[in-house]
């Protein structure tokens, strides 16, 4: 077999339909028996249910053409997006909705960002922030949020993750808000986004379709990276070249021999955040927002969104998910998944994120693991060491978590694309 992929969600699905049209010989592996990974709908009593947020948002042109030559029924969003903050909801972006804080807070964020100071080379995030926002603008928002995302505190995590993820913005857009009123909310790199009208899955349905080497419920049990062979229950498959789209950790511990104890440590030494996904299906009056960021700490999750404004929901019913991070660092609260549900839907009452009388028609409760990399200190060193082993052994690491990095699904189809036409 010139080349094997490991795993089917949108990275090896992309990957697949590549080397078709490039008539490459290959065979796809996936452990579940239907494709998609996170990228995966579950139809539950009328509602929707997502693994989170999975959103459709494009920068290249080759790539929307890519994804409307699917034919899916997508529909078009503006973004309504809000930060819940001193009681009560706030525009996205945080820094140039200034005007809709109180007017002490305001003016502190105002003139801290007036009064940044440029850092050329950070060395973590909270340098970032600092010099980018100024710090009232840090501790009030970015700070607390950032914390209850990545699980430790910004100034234990590299700046490199942000990118376009960060709304940058000059001192002419804070100011323009604060005499005009005007409510901010096309900044960001998703201010516009398309969702498929019956859930994310439609996107790795419509993929699988087109891909003719694709092998459901093989689950791969050992990688022979010198013998260029992976194995499942059902068989071997040896390869010229093996597309690694599986969490790069999960490598570890299938591949035989074992690796060199230099590149044991660097895999043992990655480190990411588990998300507790709540998907909850309501009776009752929707709310509008699409989602929002918590960054009070007596809320659990760090954010919630209403995926039925995604695929329009029926009349009198609605879903909201909510995420919460843990990791080593930071532990889930105690009891179980139904003790946790119960006081996030009473909180998110509470706050009026959701209308006092809806109720609970079902739910779902799963942790997803990794959920995000965090970019500590030993991030760079190790990923870099990993991948030159790969190289050596023609491993090519492909998609969100193989790559071990932050990155939206059009940047993942988009880099496959370049490696598949490398290839």
């Known amino acids: 077999m010139d080349v094997v992929i490991g795993g089917a969600g949108i990275s090896g699905l992309t990957m697949g339909y590549f080397l078709d049209k490039k008539k490459r010989d290959y065979i796809l592996l996936e452990k579940q028996s239907e494709p998609g990974g996170l990228c995966r709908s579950i139809h539950q009593q009328g509602f929707i249910f997502d693994?989170?947020?999975?959103?459709?948002?494009?920068?290249?042109?080759?790539?929307?053409?890519?994804?409307?030559?699917?034919?899916?029924?997508?529909?078009?969003?503006?973004?309504?997006?809000?930060?819940?903050?001193?009681?009560?909801?706030?525009?996205?972006?945080?820094?140039?909705?200034l005007h809709q804080l109180p007017p002490e807070i305001g003016y502190h964020c105002l003139y801290d960002f007036i009064q940044r100071r440029s850092c050329p080379n950070p060395q973590n995030s909270e340098?970032?922030?600092?010099?980018?926002?100024?710090?009232?603008?840090?501790?009030?928002?970015l700070e607390p949020y950032n914390q209850k995302l990545w699980?430790?505190?910004?100034?234990?995590?590299?700046?490199?993750?942000?990118?376009?993820?960060?709304?940058?913005?000059?001192?002419?857009?804070?100011?323009?808000?604060?005499?005009?009123?005007?409510?901010?909310?096309?900044?960001?790199?998703?201010?516009?986004?398309y969702y498929p009208q019956n859930g994310i899955s439609e996107l790795p349905l419509?993929?699988?379709?087109?891909?003719?080497?694709?092998?459901?419920?093989?689950?791969?049990?050992?990688?022979?990276?010198?013998?260029?062979k992976v194995i499942t229950e059902q068989g071997t498959y040896p390869y010229g070249k093996l597309i690694w789209t599986l969490p790069l950790?999960?490598?570890?511990?299938l591949a035989q021999p074992a690796v060199?104890?230099?590149?044991?440590?660097?895999?043992?030494?990655?480190?990411?955040?588990?998300?507790?996904?709540?998907?909850?299906?309501?009776?009752?009056?929707?709310?509008?927002?699409?989602?929002?960021?918590?960054?009070?700490?007596?809320?659990?999750?760090?954010?919630?969104g209403c995926s039925s404004n995604f695929y329009q929901g029926k009349p009198g019913?609605?879903?909201?998910?909510?995420?919460?991070?843990?990791?080593?660092?930071?532990?889930?609260?105690?009891?179980?998944?139904?003790?946790?549900?119960?006081?996030?839907?009473s909180s998110l009452k509470k706050y009026k994120l959701i209308d006092s009388q809806a109720k609970l028609q079902t739910y779902i409760a799963r942790v997803i693991d990794p959920a995000y990399v965090i970019y500590d200190k030993n991030w760079k060193q190790s990923r870099k060491n990993i991948f030159v082993f790969f190289g050596k052994h023609s491993i090519v690491p492909v998609g969100r978590y193989a790559k071990w990095y932050y990155a939206s699904m059009e940047d993942?189809?988009?880099?496959?694309?370049?490696?598949?036409?490398?290839?």
Not at 54 to 60: P, S
């Open 249 to 253: 950790k999960s490598f570890l511990n």
């Open 317 to 345: 019913q609605f879903s909201i998910y909510a995420e919460i991070a843990f990791s080593r660092y930071k532990k889930i609260p105690p009891g179980d998944k139904k003790a946790v549900l119960e006081k996030v839907i």
């Open 127 to 141: 340098e970032f922030f600092v010099s980018e926002f100024g710090k009232s603008i840090f501790q009030y928002f």
């Open 206 to 228: 419509s993929l699988v379709k087109k891909i003719s080497q694709i092998k459901l419920n093989q689950e791969i049990i050992e990688v022979n990276w010198k013998e260029k």
């Open 412 to 423: 993942v189809i988009f880099n496959t694309l370049k490696i598949a036409e490398m290839m």
């Open 260 to 304: 060199p104890e230099v590149i044991k440590k660097s895999f043992n030494n990655l480190r990411s955040v588990k998300v507790l996904d709540l998907e909850m299906g309501f009776e009752g009056k929707s709310p509008e927002y699409h989602w929002v960021y918590l960054p009070e700490e007596n809320i659990l999750p760090y954010r919630v």
């Open 151 to 193: 699980t430790i505190k910004p100034k234990y995590i590299i700046p490199d993750w942000m990118g376009r993820f960060v709304p940058h913005v000059q001192l002419s857009e804070v100011l323009k808000p604060l005499f005009s009123g005007e409510e901010i909310t096309d900044k960001g790199y998703n201010p516009f986004f």
């Open 51 to 97: 693994y989170t947020g999975h959103l459709l948002h494009f920068r290249y042109p080759e790539i929307e053409s890519f994804i409307k030559s699917l034919n899916l029924k997508l529909l078009s969003h503006k973004r309504r997006a809000y930060i819940f903050f001193n009681g009560k909801l706030i525009s996205y972006p945080f820094q140039l909705n």
